[in-house]
């Protein structure tokens, strides 16, 4: 695709209740990222996936968080068992250079609310 | 630990004017520099990269490396008020793929 596609965009969810996050990157982008931003904060790195196989998941929170990738493609993030503290903008990331040297193209995020 | 600082702002300049935001990092292994740009509620977009010391210029956008003193600048000239935006400095270490992220610098450009 002409972007990197997110779904849903909005997502609305009562605590203790799993959710999935789906990206979709740049089509030939090998390089894919997971970040979560909280409101008023940085940038979190989550986890980066080179193809399909995940060299660093050492930002994920906790073991309800797992991402999946197939294809070399479509990515999917699952928290299990949601908490209020992981209310954020999940935002996905890709780059045509394997190690993102050349910087990212973001998605226009997932804004997941825990209620 | 290997930290990227911005100062938060937010910074206020004249339409017109140029503004300098500026980015300092922790560890003289770095590599990779890049300026992302973040509207209000929107995602962060790619400004420029630089890996070279000195300047990079691109429109009205030049970055500016200096590794010796750790420090990496964003100069936007003849700033607009659609300039106004989080600007998010990232560095990325020799060895890594996963840049660290400033948490920005809010910039107001006003008319």
């Known amino acids: 695709g002409a972007g990197v596609s997110q779904s849903p965009s909005n997502k609305v969810t009562e605590k203790g209740k799993d959710v999935e996050l789906r990206c979709d990157p740049i089509?030939?982008?090998?390089?894919l990222y997971w970040y979560r931003q909280r409101l008023g904060q940085g940038l979190e790195f989550l986890i980066y996936f080179q193809g399909n196989s995940a060299p660093d998941k050492s930002g994920l929170p906790s073991d309800r968080f797992s991402a999946e990738r197939t294809g070399e493609s479509v990515s999917t993030l699952t928290i299990q068992r949601t908490q209020q503290e992981d209310s954020a903008v999940y935002l996905c990331?890709?780059?045509?250079?394997?190690?993102?040297?050349?910087?990212?193209?973001f998605g226009s995020g997932t804004r997941l609310t825990v209620v | 630990q290997k930290e990227v600082e911005q100062n938060s702002g937010p910074l206020s300049v004249p339409e017109g004017a140029i503004a300098s935001l500026n980015c300092t990092y922790s560890?003289?292994?770095?590599?990779?520099f890049f300026w992302y740009r973040q509207y209000s509620g929107k995602s962060p977009e790619l400004i420029m990269f630089i890996y070279s010391n000195g300047d990079k210029e691109d429109g009205r956008f030049t970055a500016q490396l200096n590794k010796a003193s750790q420090y990496v600048s964003l100069l936007i000239r003849d700033s607009q008020p659609s300039d106004s935006a989080t600007y998010l400095c990232?560095?990325?270490?020799?060895?890594?793929?996963?840049?660290?992220f400033g948490r920005g610098t809010s910039l107001i450009v006003h008319p």
């Open positions: 990331a890709s780059s045509l250079n394997p190690n993102g040297g050349y910087g990212y193209t």
């Open positions: 089509s030939g982008h090998t390089a």
């Open positions: 990232a560095v990325m270490w020799g060895g890594s793929y996963i840049p660290t």
């Open positions: 560890d003289r292994g770095s590599q990779s």
